[in-house]
């Protein structure tokens, strides 16, 4: 059985930062994909980044050069630092883990970019 716990969620002003955490735990095999995606109200769930355990990197357009991904492999943690926020940023985000032939999801953390 395979757990994502995510953290690091929270509101923020315009222009501010968060990082979100989340912590795999379980069968975790050592060749995976790990990622942000997020789902704004009356939206479709979309990806905000994935990163290989090789370290391989993706943004989507929306949050390039804003945003990092990284992780450390002996925790099973991935991160997302996410810079000069916007109010389009609101939304719930999700971890995510493709592990060999199965996907898994945290539960969600809500990032709030108001003022």
């Known amino acids: 059985q395979v757990q994502l716990v995510e953290s690091g969620g929270g509101l923020v002003q315009p222009g501010g930062s968060l990082r979100l955490s989340c912590a795999a735990s379980?069968?975790?095999?050592?060749?995976?994909?790990m990622g942000w995606y997020r789902q704004a109200p009356g939206k479709q769930r979309e990806i905000v980044a994935i990163i290989t355990s090789g370290g391989s990197t993706n943004y989507a357009g929306s949050v390039k050069g804003r945003s990092t991904i990284s992780r450390d492999n002996a925790k099973n943690t991935v991160y997302l630092q996410m810079n000069s926020l916007k109010p389009e940023d609101t939304a719930v985000y999700y971890c995510h883990l493709n592990n060999g032939a199965q996907s898994y999801w945290g539960q969600g953390t809500q990032v709030t970019v108001s003022s």
């Open positions: 379980g069968s975790i095999f050592s060749v995976n994909i």
